[in-house]
């Protein structure tokens, strides 16, 4: 229960039998005081086991005089309680920005706030909001089917949404300009690890059947170990290429974080030759352009080289760790190609592809017998 303003309507919300209940009591210092006292009749009949009186006859009964003062002692807290969802969006992409995170990510928070949660939630107060009334709605919601694909969502991208919005709640919280978040007590749902199931035959044939510029991107990206998309792959310059040590600096947008990756021999000839070609600067470029995204045409490759099953531009990564792994190369090496945080996380990922390697391990134990 508590109070709170819907377009300057100054508001009532209480819960009897778990249902919820929204009352309207007018605009402004007048509307404010007979919320105020509709509040605090509803909390002292629910504590005390009694009915929700009737709106009319608390207000019939409200010595204005009085509950005009107690507006003085409660001002900063109304202030307080009555930020929206949307206007705390706003702060957090601020605080975002200011933190240096990308433009890409930013946008990203932008169009979900504007286009989905919202949409859904509803411009409330946030410290209305509650997990039963508001949140369950939400990520029910959201495990529906998607109006752009026509999919069920993916109970990754379920998580995500909701990651997302407690991260927003909890920003909140550690500004002062909030006191709950309605997402604390959910319980993320494991999600199924990505079935890796591209081999090298196939992302040839992809290759085969795939425009020039998605050619080289993947060629690149299955060389380097890059992450695709703007975050690595597609933001790569020649410049970060040291032809005479035959190494290449890559950033992670992800991390933060640089890392320098050994170019083999083979692959240095193949960039030179396709350096001499290169107009914008960019490693991957199309018609002389920088390019953002190589989704769609990925996508249609796979069709047209009869590719049936699931499968990702990222999926070459992990091609490029699993490839490594299965010839032999140490983890720790693999880990470090791959800009991981532990080796452990590459551990954690990739052991599990690496063929024959328990078997190897129990096949050096000597026989424990006697004669």
Same mark, same amino acid.
């Given at each position: 229960?508590?109070?709170? !303003? ?9 819960? +009897? ?18 919320? !105020? ?6 909390? $002292? ?6 009915p ?63 286009? !989905? ?8 107060h946030?410290?209305? #909001?509650?997990?039963?009334q ?20 993916? !109970? ?6 909701? $990651? ?10 550690? /500004? ?6 309605p997402?604390? /007590? ?14 090298? +035959? ?20 299955? /060389?380097?170990?890059?992450r ?9 310059r ?52 920088k ?23 990222? $999926? #070459? ?7 490594? #792994?299965?010839?032999?190369?140490? #983890? ?37 017998e +006697?004669?």
């Open positions: 229960m508590g109070i709170y !303003q819907r377009d300057s309507r100054w508001m009532v919300y209480w819960h +009897v039998n778990g249902k919820r209940h929204d009352k309207s009591f007018g605009r402004g210092e007048l509307g404010q005081v007979k919320a !105020q006292a509709f509040d605090r009749a509803v909390q $002292d009949a629910i504590e005390h086991g009694l929700v009186p009737e709106a009319d006859s608390v207000i019939s009964s409200i010595n204005f005089q009085q509950m005009s003062d107690d507006l003085v002692v409660t001002e900063t807290l109304s202030k307080r309680n009555t930020i929206t969802l949307g206007e705390l969006g706003k702060k957090y992409l601020d605080h975002m920005r200011a933190s240096g995170r990308t433009e890409k990510h930013i946008r990203n928070i932008e169009r979900l706030l504007e286009n !989905q949660f919202i949409p859904v939630i509803g411009d409330k946030v410290d209305t #909001l509650t997990y039963q508001d949140m369950v709605p939400f990520i029910l919601h959201f495990q529906g089917i998607s109006g752009s694909t026509g999919k069920s969502r993916s !109970q990754y991208t379920v998580n995500k949404y909701c $990651d997302y919005l407690s991260f927003i709640f909890n920003f909140g919280i550690a /500004n002062g300009l909030t006191s709950v978040n997402l604390k /007590n959910w319980k993320k749902p494991k999600v199924q690890p990505w079935d890796l199931r591209l081999t090298l +035959v196939d992302a040839k044939k992809i290759m085969t059947c795939a425009e020039p510029h998605l050619r080289w991107a993947m060629e690149v990206c299955f /060389n380097l170990g890059t695709p998309g703007e975050s690595e792959l597609l933001s790569l020649w410049e970060h290429i040291d032809f005479e040590s035959s190494t290449i600096k890559i950033y992670a947008s992800k991390t933060k974080s640089y890392r320098i990756v050994p170019i083999n021999h083979e692959f240095l000839n193949r960039l030179k030759e396709e350096q001499k070609l290169s107009i914008s600067g960019y490693v991957i470029e199309y018609q002389g352009r390019l953002t995204t190589i989704r769609k045409s990925f996508k249609n490759a796979c069709k047209r080289a009869g590719i049936t099953y699931p499968t990702r531009m990222y $999926d #070459l990564r992990h091609l490029f760790a699993t490839t490594l #792994l299965n010839k032999g190369a140490d #983890l720790a090496a693999v880990s470090k190609l791959m800009g991981h945080s532990t080796v452990k996380l590459t551990a954690d990922t990739y052991y599990h592809y690496m063929e024959g390697e328990k078997e190897r391990a129990v096949n050096m134990l000597p026989a424990l +006697v004669a």
